[in-house]
């Protein structure tokens, strides 16, 4: 993964990997607010509690999950000063519009 994905070797080796993935239909929190709460918390818990060099891989392009776990990682690196947390989030290639750009950009 970090070979072929070019991810940083300054982090280290994972000691935690968590993967993030939905089914389309079946775990969209858009509706329920305690629900999205509650899922943020335990993603932060996860990174924050056990302190360790975690990665976090997410997909679910048709729900809000790869959003919300955003958010989590943003919160708990705002909240605690930035916990050793690597956000991977995997979308088909055919479905980035800009795939052109994007790696223009990065180089």
Do not use: Y
Request: proline share 6%.
């Amino acid at each position: 993964m970090r070979k072929h994905w070019k991810l940083p070797k300054k982090g280290g080796t994972p000691d935690i990997i968590l993967s993030v993935l939905a089914c389309d239909g079946h775990s969209n929190f858009t509706n329920d607010i305690d629900k999205q709460i509650n899922f943020k918390e335990t993603i932060k818990s996860i990174i924050l509690v056990e302190n360790k060099n975690t990665w976090i891989i997410t997909t679910g392009l048709q729900n809000n999950l790869p959003k919300l776990v955003g958010e989590a990682v943003s919160e708990a690196r705002i909240e605690h000063f930035n916990p050793k947390c690597l956000l991977i989030g995997i979308v088909p290639k055919p479905l980035m519009n800009n795939i052109g750009r994007i790696q223009q950009e990065d180089g």
